[in-house]
């Protein structure tokens, strides 16, 4: 047997992630400076056929060109199975090392993620990569929700879960008001959050579609924060800091989540089987629920 594979490094805080176009420089330049945990460099959804190669392009100079640093960098390519997925993917294996994810969007199957892995092993190896880029799963399809548990379980590159709702409303045939409806999409939460708790994976809910921070944007952002999620994805600058606020743990909660990975780690130090806290019981779920507090917190572990 080979040795076992180096473990890929922890992931960021996606409290507040910031989706920009690759085809607007001047959004580009000033993305990584406006607050966000991570900006999403987009070659799909805003990029028209007739630009996709200039805006891979573009992408992929932004990754070397610009000051990435404090802010977790990712680029959403386009969909398997169009003309332009294999091109971008083997275009931002040599980007750069700012560059840390790709977001896969309307993966469907485990197969999805098998392409994309497959493809960048190659396309690494060539650009001489010295860290995999990380894959991050927009679920956002009818039968990518169906399947989202072997979806979650299908790569170690696989680091979070997105649930993409513009494009599950119009799967699922949802009307204009029952795409507004929360509750409507609860179903849909939980299937792709327990996906990701149970795969070790982040769960980030899809952005609101409107462009201020409004009362629905907030109502839509707590619903996400108490069912669990890890953060959201926000379409304008405004929406940033109410994420951050709102996706960020307490002080008490952070104070909690040191105190048990610091009993955990002397328990094994000292070979000790078992540890209390607080008189409770602590085990590898729970430090690893510790450890994501830290993380949401902005702390590197």
């Known amino acids: 047997m080979g040795a076992p594979p180096e473990p890929l490094p922890s992931p960021p805080s996606r409290r507040a992630c910031l989706v920009v176009p690759a085809s607007a420089p001047e959004k580009l330049a000033k993305a990584a400076r406006l607050g966000a945990d991570e900006v999403v460099i987009d070659l799909e959804d805003a990029v028209v056929p007739g630009a996709k190669e200039a805006a891979r392009a573009a992408a992929a100079e932004a990754v070397g060109a610009l000051d990435w640093s404090g802010v977790a960098l990712a680029v959403r390519v386009n969909a398997p199975g169009t003309p332009w997925c294999h091109e971008d993917l ?57 399947r989202v ?62 462009l ?47 105190a048990v990975v610091e009993a955990l780690a002397a328990a094994e130090a000292a070979g000790e089987g078992a540890v209390a806290l607080d008189g409770r019981m602590l085990d590898e779920p729970v430090r690893l629920a510790a450890l994501r507090v830290l993380t949401a917190a902005g702390e590197r572990r």
Do not use: C, N
């Open 149 to 210: 548990q072997t979806i979650a379980g299908a790569s170690r590159r696989l680091e979070a879960l997105i649930v993409g709702y513009a494009d599950l409303a119009v799967s699922l045939g949802r009307t204009a008001a029952g795409a507004a409806d929360l509750g409507l999409w609860d179903p849909v939460r939980e299937a792709v959050l327990l996906a990701a708790r149970a795969h070790g994976l982040q769960a980030v809910d899809g952005p609101h579609l409107g």
């Open 90 to 146: 083997a275009a931002l294996a040599g980007a750069g090392p700012a560059l840390r994810s790709v977001v896969m969007p309307k993966v469907e199957g485990a197969e999805d993620v098998a392409f994309a892995e497959r493809l960048l092993d190659g396309a690494e190896a060539a650009a001489d990569r010295a860290l995999p880029l990380r894959v991050q799963a927009l679920v956002e399809t009818a039968k990518g929700v169906a």
């Open 212 to 258: 201020s921070p409004d009362e629905s944007f907030h109502a839509a952002a707590g619903r996400a924060r108490e069912q669990g999620f890890d953060g959201k994805w926000a379409i304008h600058p405004s929406q940033l800091a109410p994420l951050r606020e709102r996706f960020s743990p307490s002080e008490a909660e952070v104070a909690h989540a040191h």
